[in-house]
């Protein structure tokens, strides 16, 4: 397919080796998922990006592509190399002693020596109530970071979260806001909730060395251990306030992410599973029903798994699947649960890249939302990974602050507010920074409105709404006109694009399909 190729390209931008590192080290670059996309790897002309190793390069802040040397701009994402977007609105944690808040001293501070000024647990009492709007977030999951031995800086890096935290304090909704709540390392009991010990005790071996590897994209150092202790205390404390009604919902600014953990194996950049044990968490505090909507640009293969046969925990995942070609390679419509899960699980795989807005919402209106409705769920939690926004590095796909706004909405609504937001992924710092704000903005109550009329599905997206919608419906009531709707306007659009060798992300109907350039 056309589209699938333009895809690649955003993604085949492995740099040019300045170190002179032998190929093999190039071919571990991240950034294009090389196993994946085997038949385009084998066109590529290795000869000509060894004719410019010698050149030297700089690694774009926001998106980590990297440029050539006397280049002012990243030529893939246009952020000026120095312009310092995590030094403003950054925020500094208020157990921090002057030093560590000071910005200009602490640049020359490194991860560990930060890690050595901090105090815990925190010097501060919690301040919440049943309206708040909580965030969770904690120093100690920056130290979790790759020691670097590639070329290429890798994607999950700890600079995610100090630009997502500088975004949210730049936008003047965080601190003022927001309450927080301390974080806490999950005991290693809960993460048996949804992990093998032996997966446990791997995970918790890796603190002894300075660096270690599950598979070769997901990395620990010594603080990794730790950090994914917090990142899944803080969604399970998040979730068990909000059950209780301590507070109203809350976002968990976490690392590393966890929708690729399975019960007992790291992976895809995730050690624990925060948003299963969120969902855990949820069950033990009372929740009979818990719903987890995935809209990672990946399939989140790992709480899938955990939840497969249970009927109590219903997993919605959005993603890029282009027939199991994208990483991690399940999530087709076909998979649907089993023994007791059977139907609870609810998979919207998009054939190709350049997914955005309209489709995703086109999603939330024809199969996700009568689904969650017919469910009712008593917790909601959001595996929000923003790797499906506009300008990500790895996703290639379209959705913008404003997309994330009205799924949140949708959900928001259904849930009278409660809802647990879970960091996944997102390697674009401009596009999460924007688009976590985007989201915080409907938890505190800010409403982004109607849904633009003018937005109609792709045939893309159309494609894999209506086999969801057609597998779905052997377990929940979906609208016959909705279904029958949907099939006529995939049939037209089908003609016109097998007529026209259009583009599958072309609108299928409303006045700009007609207006749309061919090809
Ligand atoms: N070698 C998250 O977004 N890419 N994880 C592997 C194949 C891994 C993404 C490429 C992407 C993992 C949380
Ligand atoms: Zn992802």
Redesign the pocket.
Known sequence: MDCVKEDLEIEDVSPPNAEGKDLEDTKQT?G?????MDEEEDGKDWKSDVNVEIMAEWFCTNCIDSNPDDESCCGQCGEHRNSGILEQGYLASRDLPEKANDMEQRKDMSDSEIKLHLTFPPLWTPQTDAASTAIGFDERMLLHSEVQTKSHPH??RPDRLRAIMGGLSAAGLFSGLCCMIPSREATLAELEWVHSHSHVEAVEATSLHEASYF????YANNYSALAARLAAGTCIDLMTAIVKGQILNGFALVR?????ALSATA????LHNNAALAAKAALSAGAKKVMIIDW???HGNGTQEIFDSDSSVLYVSLHRHQAGFF??GTGAASEVGIKDGEGFSVNIPWPCGGIGDEDYLFAFQNVIMPIVEQFAPDATIISA?F?AAKGDP??GCQVTPSGYAHMTQLLYSLMKGKLLVVL????NLRSISASAAAVLKVLLGVSPGEIPPSWQPTFAGLLAVSEACVIQSRYWKIDRMSLLNMQMLLSAAETKFKENKNDPRQPVSGPQAEDQPQG
């Open positions: 991240y294009h998922e090389g196993e994946w994607p999950e598979g070769r994209d997901t590393p992410p966890g929708h690729h992976m895809g950049f995730c990672d640009v990946h990483y991690p990974g790797d790895l996703g996944e992924g997102g390697y």
